[in-house]
């Protein structure tokens, strides 16, 4: 994995290149930095290796129905089912793929369904209906980790700014910091409390607001410059950055740009406004601009749904991003994403009903062994779009259904 250095002294450390890293010092106390920011980098990079994942063997036979709703995962549910009958011939599983992700844990909800994949992370507004009648949030199970660079797939998120921005790498709280605004407190989703509570423990002033690119070191002209912020306003998307950047907050920098997918523009000039290829050609145009979205269409690599392809802004950089300020900055890498060292990396996830304290259903307990298995993980792989997921966070999930 590549990683770079910083200089804990001063703003100056989120200069490409104009810091000299303390690994290149020959005092003890940079040698031991180094070894902290390298462990740091190896405590998150997890390649999986699927000859540790445990095989699969049944530990109950499942008879009947086993009813499936949500989104198919490109693909990927349905194999993964098919894997699983080899060894549960008597699973009569049922799939519905029509209400997508959307509508996945409200299937949950009405008792429809027993496993909800989505292609989302489950937002607030579709766990609350569920909370309200079980007095619980579903349980999350990661069973995979989202792709690098191909839509559709729970790409990773690129953090962009001007090619002319001397600023090489961010950490998470910073893009709070500079996403975000000031807020009484922010969402606690799941967790011990199996709940869905708002908390002061989220809470900043606004005092700890980034708005300039002189509050993050740069100097000279940059200094008085406001930093101009662009993302994405659809709620499969916006959601994810809330969750992973701002705890569940909804409160953006006031001069926030939102932008969608041409797909979920209205038709006309209206709509033509608002198509993320204007948030990325604006990024390209501004050099005081910072934007989140998919790098796919930064390199031009992606297809347009007329089958046409992307055009790509070679005036947009790609920075790094650590998870602590005093961590080392991790490049936006297919092995980075794979490996989940890389903070905007994203999760396919499927959602199930488990009482707390009491043990789930198992006949979806078993499907989920399955999924996370090595012969699970083995179909995974195989599909190329999704990453299996490492060993040690394999279980973590287990844990979640056992």
């Known amino acids: 994995m590549t990683t770079r250095f910083s200089s804990a002294r001063g703003p100056g450390r989120l200069f490409g290149g104009k810091t000299p890293s303390r690994c290149r010092m020959a005092a003890g106390l940079a040698l031991a930095f180094c070894s902290t920011g390298l462990a740091l980098a190896s405590a998150f990079a997890q390649e999986p290796v699927l000859s540790r994942i445990p095989e699969y ?15 198919p ?12 009958q080899k060894y549960q011939p008597q699973a009569e599983v049922s799939m519905n793929f029509e209400t997508e992700s959307e509508g996945a844990i409200g299937m949950l909800d009405a008792g429809v369904s027993e496993i909800a994949p989505m292609g989302d992370d489950a937002k607030v507004t579709d766990q609350m209906p569920f909370y309200n009648t079980f007095g619980y949030t579903p349980t999350e199970v990661s069973i995979a980790t989202g792709c690098y660079n191909m839509r559709g797939c729970l790409y990773a998120w690129a953090i ?9 790498h961010l950490s998470m709280r910073q ?37 300039t690119w002189g509050q993050l070191g740069l100097k000279g002209s940059w200094a008085n410059q406001p930093i101009q912020t662009y993302g994405y306003v659809a709620p499969g998307f916006a959601v994810d950055f809330e969750r992973k950047v701002m705890h569940w907050s909804d409160k953006w920098n006031g001069n926030f740009r939102e932008y969608v997918e041409e797909k ?25 601009a910072i934007g989140w979205g998919a790098l796919m269409h930064v390199d031009g690599t992606c297809v347009n749904p007329d089958g046409s392809k992307c055009q790509n802004y070679p005036n947009v ?29 994203r999760d396919a996830y499927i959602y199930v009903n488990r009482t707390p304290g009491q043990p789930l259903n198992p006949k979806v307990r078993e499907f989920l062994r399955f999924v996370l298995s090595r012969q699970g993980q083995e179909i995974i792989q195989r599909q190329g779009i999704y990453s299996p997921l490492p060993e040690s966070y394999i279980r973590k999930q287990l844990k979640k259904i056992d």
Not at 57 to 70: D, M, T, W
């Open 57 to 71: 063997k049944p530990e109950y036979h499942v008879v009947g129905r086993l009813p499936i709703a949500g989104s």
């Open 73 to 84: 995962l490109m693909g990927l549910i349905p194999k993964l089912v098919k894997g699983f």
């Open 160 to 168: 962009m700014v001007n090619k002319n921005n001397p600023i090489a």
């Open 175 to 211: 893009l709070d910091e500079i996403f975000g605004s000031a807020r009484t407190g922010a969402w606690q989703v799941g967790g011990p409390e199996h709940a869905i509570l708002f908390t002061a423990k989220y809470a900043r002033s606004a005092k700890s607001n980034i708005r």
């Open 264 to 288: 979920e523009a209205v038709p006309g000039p209206d709509g033509r406004k608002v198509w993320s290829q204007n948030m990325y050609k604006a990024i390209s145009e501004n050099k005081y």
């Open 317 to 345: 950089k790609v920075l790094a991003i650590s998870w602590r300020k005093s961590g080392p900055a991790i490049p936006l890498t297919p092995a980075n994403v794979r490996n989940r060292s890389y903070p905007l990396m």
